[in-house]
């Protein structure tokens, strides 16, 4: 039987002489025996009593989710209201209303084989337009797909959008090589969204932590990224917390939990609670917000970015809403769900709605005004589509432009060539492509020469 003394060098046999035990290395603990409940890696306090745990909270409860007005917009017991004038008020209530007017048309536009692909923002009006309106319009935002909102807010206009839909020449996101609802824009402070899912959440922390170096941005800006509660399935959303977890970083992480996944409900995605759970183990403060009211999350997301900049450190917000349409133009969600379910959601939870209630309450809103909001919006929306419509391609060999920097690859120059001289052997005499051709503002004509 041994038992150890003050000095670590020396061990006691019960009844014998003491016996040397080998020299401790210059990193053995310097803490006397009584300290021995500070672990080496963790402040955690040491207990004598085995006992698990499934809870953040600490209560064994389910974290709650932060709400200012009710279903019928009416401020609950103890919320508080943001500062709101009638004119701020009535932009957070036409940029929302325009969102379901834009995809209405733009759906039914994607059905009659005009563009390829569409997704609707139906349910989470109020998560994409609060937070947009909580950010400064220069913070840097990294979209999933469904943010379109946000580039409204900040003024990319209608023609904007509906170009890079369509992929004609003016289509400044990327000159018609991207997929539909693919945006990106530099001067609006928005990266360019790709198809493969959660990608931009560790490019996000990435660019929080490149704003946190730059002198003239580190105290002014935050980076923002949208995710899916199924993108947070992915490694790519641990590996993004991890990042501006351990390399602090101003990154506000905004959580749509919609409640699917394309066809995954939300409770085949994950056993714990939700996505806010997961932020406390990264030590990343955290909020749950109601997703359908435009109030608590504007509320969340502006406290999210004072911390986010006093602290240097990132922020994660999950807020909970109901995805209304289908998850893409590629989607039947009613294979999957009931349309009464869908229905009923429409009725008893419409954040539009939600909103619109609670300014008619302050006397900033009125049917009429509704009916001239929606003719305008529609009327706005349709000259657009006209426009975009008409209006050709970019030139055919902007293909290989803007891909790398420098000088050009040698494959991509063999690819460039190989189509030009094709072009000369069947672009007059083949009519599939004389046809095509006429569709590109070139002709083709600059990709030959």
């Known amino acids: 039987m041994l038992r150890a003394l003050s ?5 006691i046999r019960a009844g014998k002489a003491p016996l040397r035990a080998r020299t401790l290395t210059a990193s053995a603990p310097k803490f006397p025996v009584k300290h021995q409940g500070v672990l080496p890696t963790s402040q955690s306090p040491v207990v004598a009593t085995l006992q698990f745990f499934n809870s953040v909270t600490g209560e064994a409860g389910q974290i709650p989710t932060y709400r200012v007005l009710d279903g019928i917009g009416i401020p609950i017991e ?33 059905r009659q084989g005009k563009f390829s692909f569409y997704m609707t923002s139906y349910g989470e009006e109020a998560t994409i337009i609060g937070s947009a309106a909580a950010l400064a319009k220069d913070d840097e935002v990294l979209g999933q797909y469904r943010e379109m909102g946000v580039l409204l807010w900040r003024g990319f206009g209608i023609d904007a959008a509906m170009a890079q839909c369509f992929g004609n020449q003016d ?3 990327g000159k018609g090589r991207q997929m539909p609802m693919h945006f990106g824009s530099v001067e609006n402070h928005f990266h360019t969204i790709s198809s493969p899912l959660a990608t931009q959440i560790p490019q996000a922390a990435g660019v929080g932590f490149a704003l946190k170096r730059d002198p003239e941005r580190r105290d002014k800006n935050v980076a923002c990224v949208f995710f899916g509660e199924g993108a947070a399935s992915e490694g790519d959303f641990h590996a993004g917390m991890l990042m501006a977890s351990t390399i602090p970083s101003p990154t506000i992480f905004i959580a749509r939990n919609n409640g699917f996944a394309i066809s995954t409900p939300a409770h085949e995605q994950y056993h714990g609670d939700g996505i806010a759970a997961r932020g406390p183990g990264y030590g990343i403060d955290t909020v749950r917000v109601d997703g359908n009211d435009i109030l608590a999350v504007f509320n969340a997301v502006k406290e999210a970015r004072r911390r986010c900049l006093e602290s240097g450190r990132a922020v994660l917000v999950e807020a909970m809403t109901y995805r209304i349409g289908h998850h893409s133009t590629s989607d039947d969600s009613f294979a999957y769900r009931g349309r009464q379910e869908v229905e009923n959601w429409k009725k008893i939870d419409n954040p539009i709605t939600r909103f619109r209630l609670f300014m008619e309450s302050k006397g900033w809103w009125d049917e009429k005004e509704e009916e001239v909001l929606k003719a305008k919006q529609k009327k706005d929306v349709m000259t657009a589509l006209k426009r975009a419509e008409a209006l050709k391609r970019s030139d055919l060999r902007d293909l290989f432009t803007d891909v790398y920097g420098g000088d050009e690859p040698w494959n991509l120059r063999e690819q460039r060539e190989e189509l030009a001289s094709l072009i000369k052997k069947y672009g007059e005499v083949w009519e599939p492509w004389r046809s095509e051709l006429k569709r590109f503002r070139d002709e083709g004509k600059k990709l030959v020469d």
């Open 7 to 11: 000095s670590p060098a020396v061990l």
């Open 171 to 173: 289509d400044k996101s």
């Open 78 to 110: 103890d919320a508080e209201v943001p500062e709101l004038s009638e004119e701020f008020a009535r932009k957070l209530y036409e940029n929302m209303q325009l969102l379901p007017t834009l995809d209405n048309i733009m759906n039914n536009v994607q």
